[in-house]
């Protein structure tokens, strides 16, 4: 395959959205205007399917001034989409950006979304089109392998580890059993960042549940009675996808009958999950106060605690993307690599390293107990939440002599 000439550029955004995945998406526009080959730069609406529905807006028209507004802003931009395409799907793909004359593709999404531009990437180079496909990482979850972590996992972190913050407040003055449900369907890094929101050291979390660690029920109410009689109190956070000793999804025994999504993923939904834990601690503990939320799309897009290490380093990937496309030679996916204490690298990894799979949590980012992490996990996290984050703090308790029940 020839060259690309990169007369004209896609960029596209796949999977859920997150606080920064427009900074990805504006980094590639606008590392790509400043290069005097590039004619055109086409976004595609609603991710892979607006390609094949031709269903494109010319970036290359839209001021600077409002890109960066709107690079500011969460969610994505130019939409998503849950499709997962597969090999006739990816050829209507690479049937529409050849018709377009489209010569550089740019996919900022998750592992399926690198899979797309690892299948998109070999059908060009089988009809010698010159095509460069480049995947751009993006994922709250953090499951993506080579990277150390992904763009848009900082910021649902800051907003999980926060809104545990504020859980764990309101339960320290009104005591009893709170569980929280977060997004996480195999690796628990999100569901682990609720650690960073302890400051006391009997502070909530006091138990956390991710799914590499199998989960069962008796052990669970045991664990919750350990720290209601320990603290008078106990508040927990858990994966929606934590599995049992068989690695059976317990979101399965919640509905009649299993559904799943178009990537054959068993749709979790927490709410469920949440009202059943809170209902087995109820009926079986005979607690008066207990709580489930389920944290939901909230994670994802929240408008109001963006890490600004998020915002710069998913802005990097995108600018790098280009780079990569323009002095490189080969189709591959950006990666993030850290070096010292904290500073980040980027390098273009292969697609087949990155396509399709699934990271999880580390051992030695989870305690033996199963319930909670280690300070391995701490500073690992805290450096990509960023400046700002709020600390609790609590009256002194300078107790008053009693006098009516003094002995």
């Known amino acids: 395959m020839s060259n690309p000439s990169f007369s004209k550029v896609l960029v596209a ?25 590039v004619e055109k730069v086409y976004g595609a609406f609603h991710g892979v399917r607006g390609i094949v529905n031709e269903d ?32 006739k799907y990816c050829l209507d793909i690479f049937r529409a ?54 763009p848009g996992f900082p910021t649902a972190a800051r907003f999980v580890a926060q809104t545990f913050m504020g859980a764990n407040l309101d339960n320290w003055a009104l005591p009893g059993v709170y569980i929280g449900v977060v997004m996480g369907r195999h690796a628990g890094f999100l569901t682990a960042a609720a650690a960073l929101g302890k400051t006391f050291p009997d502070d909530g979390p006091h138990l956390i549940y991710m799914p590499e660690r199998p989960f069962d029920f008796d052990s669970f109410l045991t664990d919750v009675k350990a720290n209601m009689e320990r603290y008078g109190r106990c508040v927990v956070a858990v994966s929606e996808g934590i599995s049992d000793i068989h690695q059976r999804p317990i979101a399965n025994s919640l509905v009649a009958q299993v559904k799943k999504d178009a990537h054959g993923n068993v749709e979790l939904g927490g709410g469920a999950l ?13 607690y008066n106060r207990v709580r489930g939320d389920t944290f939901g ?67 030695e980012f989870i305690t033996a107990s199963g319930t909670d992490v280690t300070d391995a996990f701490r500073l690992y996290l805290r450096p990509l939440l960023g400046k700002g984050m709020p600390d609790a703090h609590r009256l002194r308790r300078n107790a008053v002599p009693k006098i009516l029940t003094a002995s």
């Open 97 to 150: 950006v050849r018709a377009h004359g489209i010569s550089c593709f740019f996919y900022i999404g998750g592992n399926d979304s690198a899979d797309t531009v690892r299948i998109v990437s070999e059908q060009a180079r089988a009809a010698n089109y010159p095509m460069r496909c480049i995947h751009i990482p993006k994922t709250i979850d953090n499951d993506l392998t080579v990277n150390d972590h992904t």
């Open 13 to 37: 955004q796949g999977g859920g959205p997150t606080a920064v995945i427009n900074q990805s998406m504006v980094g590639v526009v606008l590392e790509a205007r400043k290069f005097h080959c």
């Open 274 to 286: 949440a009202d059943l834990l809170s209902k087995i601690v109820k009926d079986k503990l005979r």
């Open 56 to 87: 494109f807006v010319d970036l290359t028209q839209e001021t600077t001034h409002n890109l960066e507004m709107v690079a500011e802003t969460p969610s994505s931009a130019l939409g998503s989409t849950r499709d997962k395409p597969d090999l």
């Open 297 to 363: 799309y909230a994670q994802r897009s929240f408008i109001g605690c963006v890490s600004d290490v998020d915002q710069r380093e998913a802005r990097e990937v995108g600018e790098k993307a280009v780079q990569y496309a323009m002095w490189g030679e080969r189709d591959g996916s950006v990666t993030i690599h850290r070096t010292g204490f904290y500073s980040v690298s980027y390098e273009l990894s292969a697609l087949e390293e990155v396509a399709g799979k699934t990271r999880t949590m580390p051992d």
